[in-house]
């Protein structure tokens, strides 16, 4: 219908005009990388998030906090250990055996009659455990970078999944022009070229629980897929429930057009 | 309202509440039986989308006042909390996010409507005049809106639009401070600026209503810029409000509710900044700040003055030209010297007012992007020009178009009344 499309014109050309933000120089542009979740109707791969989380677990928790993730959220509906036998995901035995492999304080304030503080191994719904107690602490231990948060990493950067992908897999022997300062890396997906991080990844370096050929590609694809339902853990339900609304919508619209027709059916307009 | 009431009570309980309190005929003249001219197109469907918005906001916003912490330490974490663990609240979180943006939309495509069709003119100056409070009053509450998440364009955003404050001269920088509460953006700004959050959509409803009440003394205009015809004759101009006009509004309202599920469900963060996803930090500057979408075209006319005028520097001129391009509505119906309300008529105007919808987007799109690159990369041409000969246009079409082109221009020749127009006898 001509209002249609002139409503979808609109909002594209709007829409175009607030996401045009001006882009890095001499930053290479991300691959397209095709994602199991992409579209309307995409999923996140299970066993994909499930690899990620343990690259993140064996590579990246080494420096990277996920300070917005508590462990139950590995075993809520749409989670990587997820399991119908657990509804509560509080009650799940792999979240529960996740969490208590970890013994350490975990908050300040949960203090023992004496008033120290207590070391216990965690619970599902502890938050998953920071590898630095403050960023001076993690500037002090990483040359003067400070690791970003992944929480939300994939919503965080342009380009979301692709430019993770591109910049986990994109290291390269640094051109001759290039003036890397001592502890810098060289990645041209990296806005300005030199980065702090070293290569995290590479073929061999964990060995997958479900036997799956750890290769560079593989685990960059895992990690960003974990990393990418760890940023919108209720993506499934949010599309699956986006679907029912339209529908509704559609029948509705179509009833009301024809009740619209129905009663302008003898009056000029 | 227009016209005598004809409310005629159904039940002896509506009887007895019409003697004490006529908010059933109020009702009934206003939104039931109100003569509404019968050729309205689909352009005037969105007054009726917006007050489905802003009930939308409000609602939704009520319930994530409920959830959200607005503290500098909590904010960020509050609203991810809110995503993440309030039952649907990544439904209700993202519902007011993208409704800012449906809201501007219509906002937009209703003002439009209104300068095309000669909305502001006699006898609705008034009516007009209450649109653009709105409107301002819109600008602000999602400015502060978007600076709750606590986001890194929230803060840079606020940042840069309460330092333009520091512009005025003399009085700019107590000003300032008096608006942030302290010696930067900080806690007490974001707490001020929550409460206000708060505040404003209502103080938003209650201008609404003026609006409605202003619109109901001289009725719709209409697409052809035609008054009902007074007396019996009128009748045949009009249709009732209801059903007529609540069926073609609820379509358009449905419609534009799906396109809005399209946004909410399948692309909750399009229309967001990436670096709102990182918590705000006083100590990193992103590499460009930019503001929401719908105040784009503001910021490019704030960035199009990089000269002084006299004893004007650079930079209060831009202050001055951003406020005024607002502030020039208000005079609107001043300004256009045309009798004729409907560009329909006006073969020449029409064409300064497509190009000026065109310059209004083409500011937006100077204002998303860095002033000193180039456009579609021809060496040369800045954006700045753009933006600044755009910025001209804009002020052009309200200072010298319309002033001069109502006593130049020859307009078509009119139908009759609306219902000729309706009949066919005029093809315009």
Known sequence: MKMTRIFAAAIAALGFAGTAAAFEGEQHAPHEHHWHHDGPFGTYDTQAVQRGYQVYQEVCASCHSMDLMRFRNLGQQGGPFASEEFPNPNDNLIVMQIAASYTRVWDQDEVNDDGDPVERPGLPSDAFPAPFANEQMARASNGGAYPPDLSLIVKARSHGENYLYSLLTGYEEAPADSHLAPGQYYNPYFPGGAIAMAPPLADGIIEYADGTEATLEQMAEDVTTFLSWAGDPHMETRKQMGVMVLIYLLIFAILVYLAYRQVWANVKH | ?428
Request: overall charge neutral.
């Open chain 2, 1 to 428: 309202m227009s016209g005598p009431s004809t409310y005629k009570p159904g039940s002896g309980v509506e009887k007895w509440l019409d003697d004490r309190l006529p908010i059933i005929r109020l009702g009934y003249d206003s939104f039931v039986d109100f003569p509404t001219p019968r050729n309205l197109n689909y352009w005037w469907t969105f007054g009726g989308i917006l007050a489905v918005f802003l009930m939308i906001q409000i609602l939704s916003g009520i319930v994530l006042a409920m959830h959200y912490v607005a503290h500098e330490d909590y904010a960020f974490d509050s609203v991810q909390r809110i995503t993440r663990d309030v039952p649907f609240g990544w439904l209700i979180q993202s519902m007011h996010a993208n409704g800012a943006s449906f809201f501007f939309v219509a906002v937009y495509l209703h003002m439009f409507r209104g300068l095309y069709y000669g909305s502001y003119k006699a006898p609705r100056e008034i009516l007009w005049i209450l649109g653009v409070v709105i409107y301002l009053l819109m600008m602000a509450t999602g400015f502060m809106g978007y600076v709750l998440p606590w986001g890194q364009m929230s803060y840079w955003g606020a940042m840069v639009i309460t330092n333009l404050i520091g512009a005025l001269p003399f009085v700019g920088d107590a000003i300032r401070e008096w608006l942030w509460g302290g010696f930067s953006v900080g806690q007490a700004t974001l707490n001020r600026f929550f409460s206000l959050h708060y505040l404003l959509p209502f103080v938003i409803a209650a201008v609404v209503g003026l609006h409605i009440w202003a619109l109901h003394v001289p009725g719709n205009g209409n697409p052809v810029g035609l008054d009902v015809r007074k007396g019996d004759a009128g009748k045949k101009d009009t249709l009732p409000f209801h059903p007529y006009y609540t069926v073609k509004d609820g379509f358009a309202i449905i419609v534009y509710l799906m396109i809005f599920a399209v946004f909410v469900f399948f692309l909750p963060t399009v229309l967001g900044h990436a670096d709102n996803y990182i918590e705000a930090n006083p100590l990193s500057t992103p590499a460009h700040i930019v503001p929401e979408w719908y105040y784009l075209p503001f910021y490019a006319i704030l960035r199009a003055i990089t000269f002084d005028i006299g004893p004007i520097d650079a930079k209060l001129g831009g202050v001055l030209a951003m406020f005024g391009a607002i502030g020039i509505l208000f005079v609107l119906p001043w300004l256009d010297t045309s009798k004729v309300r409907s560009m329909r008529y006006r073969p020449l105007t029409r064409w300064f007012f497509i190009f000026f919808v065109v310059a209004a987007l083409g500011l937006g799109w100077c204002g998303a992007v860095n002033p000193d690159d180039y456009v579609m990369g021809i060496t040369g041409f800045k954006f700045l020009y753009l933006g600044q000969f755009l910025t001209f246009y804009y002020f052009a079409y309200f200072i010298v178009v319309l002033p001069v082109l109502g006593i130049i221009e020859k307009p078509k020749e009119r139908p009759a009344s609306i219902e000729a127009a309706v009949l066919g006898t005029d093809k315009a």
